[in-house]
Structure formats: C-alpha cells, structure tokens
T-cell receptor, first 116, second 111 residues
Framework: DSGVTQTPKHLITATGQRVTLRCSPRSGDLSVYWYQQSLDQGLQFLIQYYNGEERAKGNILERFSAQQFPDLHSELNLSSLELGDSALYFC???????????????FGPGTRLTVL | LAKTTQPISMDSYEGQEVNITCSHNNIATNDYITWYQQFPSQGPRFIIQGYKTKVTNEVASLFIPADRKSSTLSLPRVSLSDTAVYYCLVGPGGSQGNLIFGKGTKLSVKP
C-alpha cells in the first residue's frame, strides 16, 4: 500500500459525459501528479500540482483539467468524453525533501475509466 | 529528459538472478536513474534509485558504471510474484519533474 488513495476504482460512462476522479496523496506529501495509461500510449504524464499550484503540464487535453485543494487532495476532471479516453488514470504524490536522491513518486491504485 | 532503451521482454526461472540493463547515453549531470515495477492494473511501484556506483536495498541492486550511460537492475532469486513490467527512468530526481515512462521490460518468471 503506497498510501495514495484514488476513487472511484472503476468508472463506466458514455461519450460526451463528464467525470471527476479523486486522489488523496500520502500524508504530508505536497505534490500530486496525474498520469494516464492506455494500451497504445503507455504511461503518460498529464499534470502536476504542488501545494495547490500547477507546477508542470504534460500531454493533457484541453477537455481535461485538474486542481489541488487546500487539504492537498486533487481532482482530475474529464469532460466531453470520447472512446479514446478509456484508460487507467493514476495519481502519484511526493514530497521534495531537498535531496533528489530521496525524492520518489508514490503511485495510487488507479481509476479505470471505460467510455462506452 | 534522457531517453532510455531497455529490452522489451525477458524470461527467467524461479530462484535465478535477473539483470535488466537500461541504456541512457544522453544522461545529464544532474539526472538520477530510477526503476519502477508495475503489475497489471496496478500503479507503478518504486524499486530503487541511484546516481552512481552501486545502490542496494531489500528488494534489488542497481549498478551504474562510471560513465553513467547505462545501468543494470539486479533482482536476486526471483519468484513468480516478480513477474511484472520494469521501467527504467532517467531524470532530475524522482519528484523534481514528471516521470517519462518508456515501454519497460516485461519480465516473465516461470516455475
């Protein structure tokens, strides 16, 4: 158990709909990262938040957005869903301690999104 | 971030030592080498991270030659439960940047 929790575990929805995925980081971790893993694209970084502020952006579609709340949990919002958005969505968290050799991202169990 | 190259797949038998080599010719001075393990439908799990020479923990060893252009993950006495995909990543510290995952190495351990 990494200490990162994600809800829901599974989500089935239809094209055109909007969903929200939730992530609670490990206790004390300030950074939250979102990744998408699909069969054809592998694991891809979407976006990072640090203490409520957006820190880095990857291959995140304009239909997707995220935020990190004061209690440090994060939500990933996916709208106008398409069949191709079906994938595993992982959240990871970390706390930079000033020593890069000890910085590690811990991944949650993921949310499996199926768009029908 | 430095690009990595690792074998697509490897087969082994229970009890054997497995060595997975990763090439990263363009590694930068401030880059670290990190290995993750992923089981089907689960999130990647951190295995080990190093900068140079050798690092060992309770799970694996990481060997990094002086030129740092490659690294080898060593798994001692693998078991069936070590069957997974292993990713080699190179970047400026685990949380100082987003992680760029390649295809990884699918390790299959047979009885």
């Amino acid at each position: 158990d990494s200490g990162v929790t994600q809800t829901p575990k599974h989500l089935i929805t239809a094209t055109g709909q909007r969903v929200t995925l939730r992530c609670s980081p490990r206790s004390g971790d300030l950074s939250v990262y979102w990744y998408q893993q699909s069969l054809d694209q592998g694991l891809q970084f979407l976006i990072q938040y640090y203490n409520g502020e957006e820190r880095a952006k990857g291959n995140i579609l304009e239909r997707f957005s995220a935020q990190q709340f004061p209690d440090l949990h994060s939500e990933l919002n996916l709208s106008s869903l398409e069949l191709g958005d079906s994938a595993l969505y992982f959240c990871a968290s970390s706390t930079p301690e000033g020593d890069p050799s000890t910085d590690t991202q811990y991944f949650g169990p993921g949310t499996r999104l199926t768009v029908l | 971030l430095a690009k990595t190259t690792q074998p697509i797949s490897m087969d082994s038998y229970e009890g054997q030592e497995v060595n997975i080599t990763c090439s990263h010719n363009n590694i930068a001075t401030n880059d670290y080498i990190t290995w993750y393990q992923q089981f089907p439908s689960q999130g990647p799990r951190f295995i080990i991270q190093g900068y140079k020479t050798k690092v060992t923990n309770e799970v694996a060893s990481l060997f990094i030659p002086a030129d740092r252009k490659s690294s080898t993950l060593s798994l001692p006495r693998v078991s069936l439960s070590d069957t997974a995909v292993y990713y080699c990543l190179v970047g400026p510290g685990g949380s100082q940047g987003n992680l760029i995952f390649g295809k990884g190495t699918k390790l299959s351990v047979k009885p």
